[in-house]
């Protein structure tokens, strides 16, 4: 009686809307969307490629080592696997833009929970440094915040393990870069090269380092993040985000089989 008692006072005194689906909230909550919202959030489902996390459609990407995707297969990421929480779209993008777009700050909990649920199987060693994707310093600057940075606060926050450490200064993002918007797997790549350097580099020398970042589309970010570290001496690299891009045909992509052959090729070369 008493919570509906307040939840109508609530109502009263503040009105909203859900952010989301413009539905009234009719209950006292920390974030401005409803939890019909919130629960139609899910998980990451089907077979995904244990290296990038791609969601696999072809019986033909089963591997003796396990699924992997094409690109994968014919070229392994420098980082040692990619996890996500879910797929980049619906409600779960909508959370993901509250707080990029919007600055709702109070999104950034339900976010790290959300990545403290993707790795909570993933047997991660530890310590484990845990590493946001930097943005550029006058990106970051006009924005106010870094929001990599606020979900893997919120994640180290809830995980709350000795063995696992935030180090927000230690990856720094040198130089602002164009939008990746339409670029090519190649292009990306052409796109952050040199774009990422490591300093303080005695806090990831020898130990488990996990990129954070918010969204995983093509994995170009997170393996350009993780070959900086991976030279300036961390011992393996992890990535977690909470959204992965998913295409629904990956092996339709008409761009396959000039990016492997690309990838393969940038990865010999280094």
Same mark, same amino acid.
């Given at each position: 009686m008493l919570k509906a008692a307040a939840n109508g006072l609530f109502s009263v005194l503040f009105p909203s809307d859900c952010?989301?689906?413009?539905?009234?909230?009719? %209950?006292?909550?920390?974030?401005? $969307?409803c939890s019909p919202c919130v629960s139609r959030v899910e998980p990451l489902s089907g077979i995904l490629c244990r290296a990038c996390g791609e969601k696999l459609v072809s019986e033909h990407t089963l591997t003796a080592d396990g699924p992997l995707c094409g690109i994968c297969r014919r070229a392994a990421p420098p980082f040692a696997r990619a996890i996500a929480y879910g797929a980049y779209d619906g409600e779960l993008r909508e959370l993901v833009h509250l707080l990029k777009y919007e600055a709702v700050h109070s999104v950034a909990p339900l976010l790290g929970r959300y990545l403290g649920e993707a790795l909570a199987s993933a047997a991660l060693p530890e310590p484990l440094v845990v590493v946001p994707v930097p943005l550029f310093q006058r990106k970051r600057r006009n924005r106010g915040f870094n929001q990599a940075e606020e979900i893997a606060r919120a994640f180290v926050s809830l995980r709350r393990a000795r063995g696992i450490q935030l180090e927000t200064g230690c990856l720094l993002r040198t130089r602002d870069t164009s939008s990746q918007t339409g670029l090519t797997r190649h292009q990306r790549r052409a796109n952050l090269r040199g774009a990422f350097q490591v300093q303080r580099v005695e806090r990831i020398r020898g130990l488990s380092v996990l990129v954070v970042d918010d969204v995983m589309t093509t994995g170009t970010t997170a393996g350009e993040c993780a070959r900086v570290l991976l030279r300036a001496g961390a011992k393996e690299v992890f990535?977690?985000? $909470?959204?992965r891009a998913i295409r629904e045909t990956p092996f339709q992509s008409a761009d396959f089989? $000039? %990016?492997a052959a690309m990838e393969l090729a940038a990865n010999e070369r280094e």
């Open positions: 952010r989301i689906c413009k539905s009234p909230l009719t %209950e006292i909550s920390r974030i401005p $969307v990535v977690a985000t $909470v959204a089989a $000039v %990016e």
